[in-house]
């Protein structure tokens, strides 16, 4: 039971260049979400999803753009990389009636 | 916005000592409460749900206070490995059951 699977854990980009953060958890869990987290910031909320085909905007969304075609699958998109987006990504999910969030392994950032 | 204000430390504590943080979150309508533990460059990791009557699990107890809306965690007979950050999240019910997270109180345990 691999849990929560992010990948890449480490991604230098340039100003400009867009990516996919991938997320995939194999727990048939309903709720899926992403968050960043910055020095001395809390975890922000960008974007999550109650099901496949149901995303919706959570508190930093600018700059990013998600899907869920599946229960599994989860990506995050990055349309053009910003040095304002370096940070630790970390994709979370859980079941409907389970509580507290399963945490992937996270993405590390830098945009430069 | 909603927040979740936690003080964050360091809490520099010999081992064996217990060590109590709080954490107070502003939204009075906030349905649910957890501690997370997060250790350096790591996932958070859930750690306990908080229940109104409070709760004990193990060396861990937590206790929630409604009207005054906060939030405790109290740690035992801390050991060395007890060191992390802890994270006190709430839930507002709102999307994906609309976690706030705190930024986190670091803990420190020294032998």
């Known amino acids: 039971n691999a849990g929560v699977t992010q990948t890449p854990k480490f991604q230098v980009l340039k100003t400009g260049q867009s990516m996919t953060l991938q997320c995939a958890q194999d727990?048939?869990?309903?709720?899926m979400s992403w968050y960043r987290q910055d020095p001395g910031m809390g975890l922000r909320l960008i974007h999550y999803?109650?099901?496949?085909?149901?995303?919706d905007q959570g508190e930093v969304p600018n700059g990013y753009n998600v899907s869920r075609s599946t229960t599994e699958d989860f990506p995050l998109r990055l349309l053009s990389a910003a040095p304002s987006q370096t940070s630790v990504y970390f994709c979370a999910s859980k079941g409907q009636r389970i509580y507290g969030y399963t945490f992937g392994s996270g993405t590390r950032l830098t945009v430069v | 916005r909603k927040e979740v204000e936690q003080d964050p430390g360091p809490f520099n504590v010999p081992e064996g000592a217990t060590v109590a943080f709080n954490c107070t979150y502003s939204?009075?309508?906030?349905?649910?409460f957890f501690w997370y533990r997060q250790d350096c460059r790591k996932e958070p990791k859930l750690l306990m749900s908080v229940y109104s009557s409070g709760n004990e699990d193990g060396r861990f107890t937590a206790q929630l206070n409604r009207a005054s809306q906060y939030i405790s965690l109290l740690i035992r007979d801390s050991k060395l490995s007890d060191s992390a950050t802890y994270l006190c999240?709430?839930?507002?019910?709102?999307?994906?059951?609309?976690?706030?997270f705190g930024k986190g109180t670091h803990l420190i345990i020294q032998p």
């Open positions: 999240v709430v839930n507002d019910g709102g999307g994906a059951d609309g976690l706030t």
């Open positions: 939204n009075s309508a906030s349905q649910s």
């Open positions: 999803s109650v099901g496949a085909g149901i995303t």
């Open positions: 727990m048939n869990h309903e709720y």
